[in-house]
């Protein structure tokens, strides 16, 4: 059958049909990614959260601990005399206030991806907002998930453009981080203004959506590895223990340590005769 006759497109055809069901399947690999990154960012800014919060809250509790094992301990030293009990006293002053090392000297202003929110606020002069809670309430979520859709940087191949969609979801990120509603609208109208694209689609070239395939099954792998290591760090084991709440579970800790304090002040008093 010569090229001119019908039929002869039957195999383009085929090609053309088998290139956009390669398509759709590209397409629904970038939505479930997408999904997915979106999973691992919320986890990712709830252990963060937690972090900030536990360090806020709890902090200055556990510093009065230190401090109340060191007077303790130094009130046994005075009474005994003994060389052992001045070595642990020695030892618990020093746990009290320790040399700091450089790296130190940031902690809690720099995070995996640069400032965090608090750190940067420090740098531009502005306000030091830390997040009011872990889990931010059901609206920023809602907002955040919708904004994180359509301008999320893996929705496109163009350098250029993922730069810039990655600087727009950082501060997405960060107004989630505080549970700022208001400050996720006004972003959503911003993106609507910007007149840009949700997302483009690859060209139905076979060889581009194989490579885009590999790409996402790629960064997949590298999302899996990131949210396994969240769930396995020390503050993903806590939020486990309260996935419902993790207030209150910081909560209940700040309770069992003033209950520690209360103890230690008795038996300082009880130590020193006051």
Not at 154 to 161: C, H, I, Y
Not at 238 to 262: C, K, S
Request: with cysteine; charged share 35%.
């Amino acid at each position: 059958m010569s090229n001119g006759e019908p039929g002869s497109g039957g195999s383009g055809a085929d090609g053309g049909a088998g290139t956009e069901r390669l398509a759709q399947a590209v397409r629904a690999a970038e939505d479930a990614l997408i999904e997915f990154e979106i999973a691992v960012e919320t986890y990712r800014i709830e252990v963060e959260n937690f972090s900030r919060l536990h360090e806020q809250r709890l902090g200055p509790l556990y510093a009065t601990i230190e401090e109340l094992d060191a007077r303790i301990a130094e009130a046994i030293a005075a009474r005994t005399q003994d060389p052992e009990d001045q070595r642990r006293a020695r030892e618990a002053r020093e746990a009290v206030t320790p040399i700091p090392r450089v790296s130190e000297l940031f902690s809690g202003w720099l995070d995996g991806e640069g400032f965090t929110p608090e750190g940067y606020a420090m740098m531009t002069d502005q306000s030091v907002q830390p997040p009011p809670r872990v889990r931010p309430g059901e609206e920023a979520r809602k907002l955040y998930r919708e904004l994180a859709r359509r301008c999320h940087p893996d929705l496109v191949t163009d350098p250029t453009e993922r730069e810039r969609r990655d600087a727009f979801l950082s501060r997405v990120n960060q107004a989630y981080a505080r549970g700022d509603a208001e400050e996720l609208r006004t972003l959503i109208e911003e993106w609507e203004a910007g007149g840009t694209p949700d997302g483009e689609r690859p060209l139905p070239d076979a060889d581009r959506l194989y490579a885009r395939l590999e790409w996402l099954a790629a960064r997949k792998e590298l999302l899996a590895d990131a949210a396994a290591a969240l769930e396995d760090s020390a503050v993903g084991s806590m939020l486990r223990m309260a996935e419902d709440d993790p207030d209150a579970l910081l909560d209940e800790v700040a309770e069992g340590l003033r209950r520690q304090i209360a103890t230690k002040e008795a038996e300082l008093a009880r130590l020193t005769g006051q």
